[in-house]
């Protein structure tokens, strides 16, 4: 199995294990309260939003990763999702370390 699609099922374990946020404004508003460890944004996301996401987590020191579509976010989840915050450190750092090789 390649390491997006490894990286795609931990995305939908993390949602089972209520390790997300999902939404705009309650990722802002997490990543804000340093409640986050990773962002995930679509890659088809619009411009505004990736360089909106990518400033704050900038300011905060909390890594914004754009590497899948729409699509398949929202086919991993089983709803549609644009933005996704991680909320627990470990599924943070696996899926840092699954999509940097």
């Known amino acids: 199995m390649e390491n997006n699609q490894k990286a795609l099922n931990l995305l939908g ?3 089972r294990a209520g390790a997300l946020t999902m939404g705009e404004g ?3 508003k ?8 990773l962002v995930l944004v679509a ?7 990736r360089d909106k996401f990518s400033a704050k987590g900038d300011f905060y020191h909390v890594p914004v990763i754009t590497a899948f579509t729409k699509e398949a976010m929202s086919q991993a989840l ?12 470990g599924f ?4 840092i ?3 940097k090789t």
């Open 13 to 15: 374990l993390s949602l």
């Open 26 to 28: 309650l990722v802002l």
């Open 30 to 37: 997490a990543i804000q309260q340093q409640k986050v460890m």
């Open 43 to 49: 890659a088809d996301a619009s411009q505004v939003t």
């Open 78 to 89: 089983g709803r549609p999702r644009t933005i996704v915050g991680i909320t627990n450190a």
């Open 92 to 95: 943070a750092r696996r899926l």
């Open 97 to 99: 370390a699954l999509l």
